[in-house]
């Protein structure tokens, strides 16, 4: 096992982190630590240059506005685009997902995204609020989805980025499919605690990071939590 830290980093705090995106960190954390593997969480605010030597970079959640703002930024500094390229995990959630795509909208007005997921995301007529679930591409071998989405953009994938989920309840991307996934870059609409919801795509994205398949942990609680979402939103 390598005795180099495991270096997280979280991308804009102070922008992107409207639905508690810290427990997406403090989750992927604990799980590293609790195999044995050394950990260094470091936060980059939006003004403060992106490292490109990290593990796993995590990017959240944020309101139209401060999304605008850190697509504006991030492509200006270059260092989290750097840092994908050279094939660094990448989790990204809700308005970070949408970023990751060529354009997205953003108060009435069409933004050029990060351009490294073959993805884009326009208006959508409503809102899609509400609870999200259903099961994911069995190549990634993780128990189903759940989480909690608010968004008002909808994504479209292109043919190189492949869907996370198929919807059984909640809208994801566009009623069909929820979330994507290509490389080492996973995003998700499911907010702020989707890692504490489902820590298997945590260790998914530590192994990718480490390339050692890790022992399983005692998932018990967010198991029974899981099936406990499933059975109350009626997909069994
Ligand atoms: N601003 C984006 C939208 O509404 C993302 C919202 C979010 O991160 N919840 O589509």
Known sequence: ?????????????DLLSTYGDRGNLLIMARRAD???????????????????????????????????????????????QGAARRGAVIFAVCAGYQLLGSSFFAKGARCTGLELMD??????????????????DPALGLPPLTGFENHGGRTHLGPGAKPLVTVQVGVGNDGRT???????????YAHGPALARNPAIADLLIKWATGETLEPLDDTWPDKLRNERLTAIGTR
């Open 1 to 13: 096992m390598s005795t180099e830290a495991l270096r997280l980093v979280w991308v804009y705090p």
């Open 34 to 80: 609790l195999r044995g593997l050394p950990v260094e969480c470091h936060e980059v605010r939006s003004d403060q240059p992106v490292p490109t030597g990290g593990d796993i970079y995590l990017i959240g959640g944020g309101e139209d506005g401060p999304q605008a703002l850190a697509a504006q930024r991030l492509i200006a500094d270059g260092g989290f």
């Open 178 to 188: 929820e979330g994507a996934w290509a490389g080492n870059m996973l995003g998700t």
């Open 119 to 136: 993805l884009q995301s326009d208006r959508g007529e409503t809102r899609a609020v509400g609870e999200l679930a259903g099961p994911i």
